[in-house]
């Protein structure tokens, strides 16, 4: 049985996102793979912007809704963000986006996907990460929970011009995999678990 450790926290206020993004990023290594879920404007295109910096990346992260992946290499490590928003499972394996984890073909970095949930395979170790709104903040946020119920077109872009209206708090769901995956959330609880909301 695979050996697993999960972290619940509570950010009651944007820093905070970003300071759980940027402690993180000075613990990832060579090879991390992270899974990031979350409904539209739960928060992931933030997450990964603070995480982006506290790596040494100064272009500002924005989702590669379109792009599809994004390479920075001029951080600490080369950073390989993925975004499946628009893709349905059938297409994601023509992407070979196992390229990027094996360190062949790409030198061996971080590889962030946003909506993971679509990946028809999962990568046996990675590090997941969730992102929710708090039950009592949802009312502000119901629009985003299924955007192909309204007759505009939502993209993830869309949501900056709209973030003075979304909450700030949210609940962040860590779930490690395998044993390089669980050693960096075991480092982040010890140095970091009086800085933070534990669930």
Do not use: C
């Amino acid at each position: 049985m695979t050996e697993t450790l999960k972290i619940d926290l509570y950010a009651d206020n944007l820093g905070k996102t970003q300071a759980i993004a940027t402690q993180l990023a000075q613990l990832v290594t060579a090879g991390t793979i992270m899974l990031l879920d979350g409904n539209l404007g739960s928060g992931k295109t933030t997450f990964m912007q603070a995480f982006g910096l506290a790596l040494g990346i100064s272009n500002t992260i924005t989702s590669p809704t379109f792009t599809l992946i994004d390479e920075y290499t001029e951080g600490r490590l080369p950073l390989y963000h993925i975004d499946l928003y628009r893709l349905e499972s059938p297409q994601i394996p023509s992407l070979h986006l196992e390229e990027y984890w094996r360190g062949n073909d790409f030198p061996l970095g971080v590889v962030a996907i946003e909506w993971a949930s679509k990946l028809p395979n999962i990568p046996r170790q990675h590090l997941r990460i969730n992102l929710s709104v708090p039950t009592r903040s949802q009312s502000n946020t119901n629009i985003f929970e299924n955007p192909e119920t309204f007759n505009l077109e939502l993209d993830e872009g869309d949501l900056d011009d709209l973030e003075d209206d979304l909450p700030k708090d949210r609940h962040i769901e860590l779930t490690a995999i395998g044993a390089d995956h669980i050693e960096i959330l075991r480092k982040f609880k010890h140095q970091f678990k009086h800085q933070f909301k534990y669930q």
